[in-house]
């Protein structure tokens, strides 16, 4: 337990993880059976939804999953990773292996180095050097990315390809496991592919760049403005105060900072937690809070957050 919190919140928190709904994580399970339950019907039941009302319905249930995938890596529902691997390993976002997003993202969690390109796994800052070596077109690419309106446009197809460029370099460094894994999952997003083409009122091109490559640009308003760089590690990470559907969405990881530092928190008690001390946590990141997403969306929608450029890195 962080030991900046005061003891009355310490002995707050230590009885929430006391709580029947902690120990059985019910609405965690809840969530998957629905999760699972809803694809299925959108897919099986898709001729009498008809083409629109199955891609309507897919990008916000794909937005959620990797929200849920995000639950399953810190350790919700099970304390057994390799249970809540079995849960979440299904490819329905169709990008990201379950592996390469647990290890990238739980080294992300090192808030010492959070930001630092180079360091922190899923940075979106780039060094000094990358910068003065990058032809023209990248650093427009790179400013546009530091927009709302770019993240939303540009953002999934970028990270795709950082991905497949990354990937395609390491493959050869790496031994048979990494292989196996990427063998896994592409034949898993072949089975999953092929339910939707064969069952679904879409195609299976369709559910690649109408729902999956969508759902991932929806996913990134999240993370667009989510750390900043800092001397303190304590002000890196934001609190968006935002209630809305793609708080559901992204289970309270508006409160981001809350989870960085309570990581162990299962999604539902976030918020229990952010206004149990509204006014510490905030204080505690140096006022760096976003009342919403609609705020970002009238100040970034056009203009950059900041520099694409790491601050020590300049």
């Known amino acids: 337990m962080p030991n900046y919190l005061d003891e009355a919140h310490r002995a707050e928190i230590v009885k929430l993880n ?21 694809w299925a019907f959108v897919v099986f039941y898709g001729d009498a939804l008809g083409e629109v009302f199955t891609i309507v319905l897919l990008i916000p249930l794909v937005v959620l999953w990797m929200s849920i995938q995000h639950e399953l890596i810190h350790g919700h529902p099970t304390r057994w990773p390799a249970i809540n691997k079995a849960l979440g390993y299904l490819p329905f976002a169709v990008w990201y292996p379950y592996d390469i997003y647990r290890d990238t993202h739980l080294a992300h969690h090192n808030d010492e180095v959070l930001t ?30 530091k927009t709302l309106g770019g993240r939303l446009i540009i953002g999934a197809p970028l990270a795709v390809i950082s991905l497949v460029e990354a990937e395609i370099k390491g493959l050869f460094h790496t031994g048979r496991s990494h292989w196996r894994m990427w063998a896994t999952h592409l034949s898993s997003v072949a ?4 339910l939707v083409e064969q069952y ?53 990881l508006n409160l981001h900072l809350v989870h960085h530092d309570l990581p162990g928190l299962p999604w539902f008690y976030l918020p229990q937690v952010y206004r149990a001390r509204r006014e510490q946590w905030i204080a505690r990141n140096n006022g760096y809070v976003i009342h919403g997403y609609f705020q970002l ?18």
Not at 191 to 194: D, Y
Not at 206 to 231: D, G, N
């Open 297 to 314: 969306l009238h100040r970034h929608l056009l203009s950059p957050v900041d520099c694409p450029r790491h601050p020590a890195e300049q």
């Open 200 to 252: 679904s009122a879409i195609s299976a091109i369709q559910y690649i760049f109408f729902v999956s490559l969508p759902a991932l640009s929806i996913a990134m308003i999240r993370s667009f403005y989510e750390h900043r760089p800092s001397a303190l590690p304590e002000h890196r990470t934001v609190i968006n105060e935002s209630s809305g559907l793609l708080s559901w969405l992204f289970l309270n």
């Open 116 to 145: 630092v390109p180079g360091q922190d796994p899923e940075s979106r800052y780039v060094t000094s050097a990358f910068w003065l070596r990058s032809p023209g077109y990248t650093r427009v690419l790179l400013w546009v990315n």
């Open 191 to 194: 089975v999953l592919l092929g």
């Open 18 to 38: 006391t709580t029947f709904t902690s120990q059985t994580e019910w609405p965690t399970w809840l969530l998957l059976v629905g999760f699972y339950l809803a």
